[in-house]
């Protein structure tokens, strides 16, 4: 059992854009996160339409977070590509199981909260306030400029 490929490149993105306050461009944000451009603009849609993502058109356009990294859950981020956290599909409305007395839907159901509530309880506030050297691979830096030759 896993999260999505979408997931965890949605995750980058959020994690790239509280790294980095600030506008950035769709193709930056891609080749900071190792994501193609395709799928970061995809994935950028999804966020902005969630209310995780602000986009500005333009010259002077981009993206950056809609609210502080704070307010920005693993749980929402990972939510908003995926759907509702549910460990099985008889925990959804548009599934419906033939059983009538079935001992596991308490239990997926219980299984499915505990990893919610655990998701919720990260905001990006929180992981990303980890110590400069352990701080994303993904984080700009500026680029050293050559000494002018004389």
């Known amino acids: 059992m896993h999260m999505t490929l979408e997931a965890d490149y949605a995750v980058r993105i959020v994690e790239f854009l509280a790294v980095n306050p600030g506008r950035a461009d769709a193709k930056t944000i891609s080749e900071r996160t190792s994501v193609t451009l ?16 602000r986009s500005y058109k333009g010259a002077k356009g981009g993206y950056e977070l809609a609210k502080p990294p704070k307010e920005i859950t693993l749980r929402s981020v990972i939510e908003a590509v995926e759907g509702p956290y549910m460990i099985s599909r008889c925990q959804g409305d548009a599934y419906s199981c033939q059983r009538t007395s079935c001992r596991l839907h308490h239990i997926y159901g219980e299984v499915s909260q505990l990893v919610r509530d655990k998701l919720e309880s990260y905001t990006f506030a929180s992981i990303c306030a980890c110590e400069d050297t352990e701080l994303s691979l993904i984080h700009i830096s500026e680029p050293t400029r050559p000494e002018p030759i004389s």
Request: aromatic share 6%; net charge positive; no cysteine.
């Open 38 to 53: 395709r799928f970061t603009l995809k994935i950028l849609r999804t966020l902005v339409s969630d209310g995780i993502v």
